[in-house]
């Protein structure tokens, strides 16, 4: 048996030699996917897997954050530990972390792959080196920590590569340097009335940030509502820059086209949604309404149209807007329970998917994994038109309703007139328009009479006419005929 194992493993049999000249049969693969590996909770009481974190440098290695969010469910046989997989390896876990509260969300740090940052339940921050082993190297003090569970915790692109940011549900975005955890070197209050009251603002469920969009972030809320925010604004009105509203729950995600950052989507209540930011007041593209609740989604990292989202009856769907809009391209089910957290590889062929049981599978997604040649052109083009036709009916709506509030705006103001008038002037008006009245009525009269007497007249001439002609045909009497007769013998 090691004999065929070691015989295995020095040649891969699924190498594709000749995959140049094979490129037209590529582009033309159907899309499918198939399970490549299976990584369970290894404790009895099993927990939701709430977050997945590819390792940066390497696709061989996932950090995976378990706890229950479930409302006061009973923790008292809970394990608090997330672990670090090793998917060559799989049996059991490289390296177990152990923080003081169960793991809402982990991240592996891009700059430094042996950094990793996590979010608790009880709203702490903590760091951990992977090379120190599995306790942290530093927790945040309660005090000065989220007062509701961690929900995304991210890397900034800093020099020093040690700053990240952190949002959760008590409606607070703080900024943290690991290096000093005693306090957040920044807040944000996600507070849409833009006067920064933690008690009028929104909990926050998911995060976004773009590198190349260094000060702005945006903000997935438990009221469906999306936050856009500016982090070196001055005053708290002046950080929440605009508001995207069209979920009818919570935002479980948000993330911007890799390709074109000022396209985003969204994923919550029964669909998911493609956002433009010159577009405010409604999403230009959108999935159907599914019959079971979404609960996570992410844009492909090599084909701009195509993005993933994962439903609680167990699916992994992948669309592909370019190709069709109404249903996905590739349905999938992948397990029996909820599933509740999705994360691609960069190379965008290997998705991880997490359940509410704590089980990640781990699928290899082929026939969309291939940029075609056109295809950046015609998604580009295609995120224009509907881009267009939203900013055209927007403009419409608007029209329609200031000329509604007009309309209204001006009977309430002829009904104050009317409110502030005087006996003696209501009297005077009333007469007044009763004289219009009869007024009227007296031309109309008038008119009607005329048209009447004119078509009398008419009438009657015709009937002369008539006779006339009547006259001109009677037969002639014999002394005319006589004369005619004398008249023609004449010379």
């Not at 592909?320 to 590739?330: A, G, W, Y």
């Not at 049981?357 to 295609?382: D, F, H, P, Y």
Request: proline content about 5%.
């Amino acid at each position: 048996m090691e004999h065929c194992v070691k015989q295995n493993n020095a040649i891969d049999i699924y190498e594709e030699y000749f995959g140049e000249e094979e490129m037209a049969e590529v582009e033309d693969e159907p899309p499918s996917a198939k399970t490549i590996n299976v990584i369970r909770d290894p404790n009895i009481t099993k927990r939701t897997a709430t977050h997945l974190s590819w390792h940066p440098d390497t696709c061989k290695k996932l950090a995976v954050a378990y706890s229950s969010l479930e409302f006061q469910q009973n923790m008292k046989d809970m394990n608090f530990d997330s672990y670090i997989w090793d998917l060559e390896n799989s049996n059991k876990p490289e390296l177990v972390l152990k923080p003081s509260s169960p793991l809402v969300s982990l991240e592996y740090n891009p700059k430094d792959s042996h950094v990793l940052v996590g979010g608790c339940y009880n709203g702490q921050m903590a760091y951990w080196d992977t090379r120190k082993g599995g306790l942290p190297m530093e927790v945040s003090t309660v005090e000065v920590s989220h007062r509701d569970p961690v929900y995304r915790a991210i890397w900034l692109q800093s020099k020093t590569g040690t700053e990240c940011f952190s949002a959760s549900t008590d409606g607070q975005v703080l900024w943290w340097d690991i290096r000093k955890l005693s306090e957040p070197t920044d807040t944000v209050i996600l507070d849409i009335t833009r006067k920064g009251l933690l008690e009028n603002a929104l909990g926050a469920v998911t995060l976004e940030f773009e590198p190349t969009m260094p000060t702005k972030f945006m903000v997935g809320t438990e009221q469906g509502i999306v936050i856009a925010c500016n982090r070196k604004a001055k005053t708290p009105s002046e950080k929440i820059t605009s508001t995207y509203s069209g979920h009818h729950g919570p935002v479980y995600a948000l993330a911007r086209n890799p390709f074109y950052p000022k396209v985003f989507l969204t994923v919550g209540d029964w669909t998911a949604r493609i956002w433009s930011e010159e577009a405010k007041e409604s999403s230009i593209m959108s999935t159907k309404y599914h019959l079971s609740y979404l609960t996570d989604g992410c844009w492909s990292t090599v084909k701009p149209a195509v993005f993933f989202t994962t439903r609680s009856d167990g699916t992994l769907d992948a669309w592909d807007f370019l190709f069709k809009q109404n249903d996905p391209s590739l349905s999938l089910k992948v397990c029996d329970e909820p599933l509740s957290s999705l994360r691609l590889q960069d190379n965008g062929c290997i998705i991880g998917c997490g359940s509410k049981l704590g089980t990640v599978s781990l699928l290899e997604i082929s026939g969309l994994c291939t940029l075609q040649r056109n295809e950046k052109t015609l998604a580009a083009a295609m995120f224009e038109r509907e881009t267009k036709r939203e900013k055209i009916l927007e403009a419409r709506h608007r029209e329609m309703r200031l000329k509604e509030r007009a309309r209204s705006e001006g009977q309430e103001a002829e009904v104050e007139e009317r409110l502030v008038e005087s006996p003696q002037e209501v009297l005077d008006r009333t007469r007044r328009e009763f004289f219009e009245v009869i007024e009227a009525e007296l031309q109309r009269r008038v008119r009607t009479e005329t048209q009447h007497l004119c078509g009398e007249v008419k009438d009657h001439m015709g009937e002369e006419a008539a006779l006339q002609g009547e006259e001109s045909q009677l037969p002639k009497d014999k002394e005319e005929e006589e004369e005619e007769k004398d008249a023609a013998k004449e010379p």
